[in-house]
């Protein structure tokens, strides 16, 4: 029987997803280089892929449960800000701790250490989603898998090179992992839709990925000559609603021409 905890669950997903691609998109044309101009776009698509995949799901949990009929713009594109469900560290910015101010230059390094801090996990969550007994949730997971293996691999390549790399990457590193890693607390931070999924044999508890995410990363972190920052307490709250003063200016970008020409198709 389809549940509020389950829609939410969904709709957590393909928050998370369409919010990074979004960010990451903001590289295209802008790249540090040919390759990875293109490898970022392509990193984009397969996320915005998974959340459109997601936001179909969300609509058919919907209307099961509420009985109106919803698309997946509805999801992306007219919903407010305190309406999303996202990891705060997806929304951030690009120009990091290193910037003078809101309009500084991007900064490669955020990018990197974040797609590989998310991506390490949900490689995890995609495997034991595969296993869900939502068999369209499964069917996306299963599809999901080799896209974020790749995506893992990608940054994983890039984390070593810019931290065991010149005098300069390994500072911009660095500052990036100290910047982020504190956000991630937030993945492993269990709440009653998370329990509840789980008790519906739905999806995992993400807190039983947290020593395998741990170990990972400080393998990779180790051969990228890096240091994990001290721990800290505190728990974003962006999978709450409750997001940073970034997400505002990120969904006035994304959402401004769908709703200046609401039902508009092309």
């Given at each position: 029987m389809t549940t509020p905890h389950h829609l939410s669950y969904v709709l957590r997903l393909a928050d998370n997803a369409l919010i990074l691609g979004q960010r990451n998109s903001e590289w295209c044309s802008h790249g540090p280089a040919l390759e990875e101009d293109i490898a970022l776009a392509n990193i984009s698509l397969d996320l915005i892929g998974q959340a459109r995949l997601?936001?179909?799901?969300?609509?058919?949990?919907?209307?099961?449960?509420?009985?109106?009929?919803?698309?997946?713009?509805?999801?992306?594109?007219?919903?407010?800000?305190?309406e999303f469900a996202n990891y705060t560290m997806v929304e951030l910015p690009h120009f990091g701790p290193l910037a003078g101010t809101a309009r500084a230059a991007r900064d490669y390094a955020v990018t990197i250490v974040r797609n590989f801090l998310y991506s390490a996990l949900m490689v995890r969550v995609w495997e034991a989603?595969?296993?869900?007994?939502d068999d369209h949730l499964a069917a996306i997971a299963a599809k999901s898998i080799k896209e974020t293996r790749y995506h893992l691999h990608h940054a994983s390549d890039w984390l070593?090179?810019?931290?065991?790399?010149t005098e300069e990457s390994h500072r911009r590193a660095q500052a990036a992992l100290d910047y982020l890693m504190?956000?991630?607390?937030?993945?492993?931070?269990?709440?009653?839709?998370?329990?509840?999924?789980a008790a519906q044999g739905i999806a995992p508890l993400t807190s039983e990925f947290e020593a395998a995410w741990r170990e990972e990363v400080a393998a990779t972190l180790e051969e990228a000559t890096l240091e994990a920052?001290?721990?800290?307490?505190?728990?974003?709250?962006?999978?709450?609603?409750?997001h940073s003063e970034h997400m505002?200016?990120?969904?006035?970008?994304?959402?401004?021409?769908?709703?200046q020409h609401p039902g508009a198709t092309w």
């Open positions: 997601l936001y179909s799901h969300a609509a058919t949990l919907d209307e099961q449960l509420n009985g109106k009929k919803k698309t997946e713009d509805d999801y992306a594109y007219f919903r407010n800000e305190r989603l595969a296993a869900s007994a070593i090179r810019l931290g065991d790399g504190p956000y991630a607390r937030e993945f492993f931070s269990v709440d009653a839709v998370e329990q509840a999924v920052p001290a721990e800290v307490q505190h728990v974003s709250t962006g999978k709450h609603g409750e505002g200016y990120l969904l006035a970008e994304m959402q401004s021409l769908a709703r």
